[in-house]
């Protein structure tokens, strides 16, 4: 990938999963050469911003704030659903 065409993946995840986050940017950042960037909040703070419409690339979060975003008829909650399985 050149610099002309290189993204940087956006993460929105819970504190919870930051470790196990930066071992993966890291490993992604040795592979591609790309950094990656992730914003940790809570659990209830993640969906906010989905709901929010925020821009990301990876949500990381816990199940129970999924299922909230599940109910709602969004581009977010059929992402959500397929990401499970479910669609």
Do not use: K, N
Not at 51 to 64: K, L, Q, R, S, Y
């Amino acid at each position: 990938m050149d610099d002309e065409t290189a993204v940087t993946p956006r993460i929105l995840g819970t504190g919870a999963y930051e470790a196990a986050l930066a071992a993966i940017m890291a490993l992604y950042s040795r592979d591609t050469g790309q950094a990656a960037s992730a914003l940790y909040m809570s659990a209830v703070a993640v969906g906010r911003r989905i709901d929010a419409g925020a821009a990301f690339d990876v949500a990381i979060t816990t199940p129970e704030a999924l299922d909230g975003l599940a109910c709602l008829q969004t581009p977010a909650a059929a992402a959500t659903r397929a990401a499970r399985g479910l669609a």
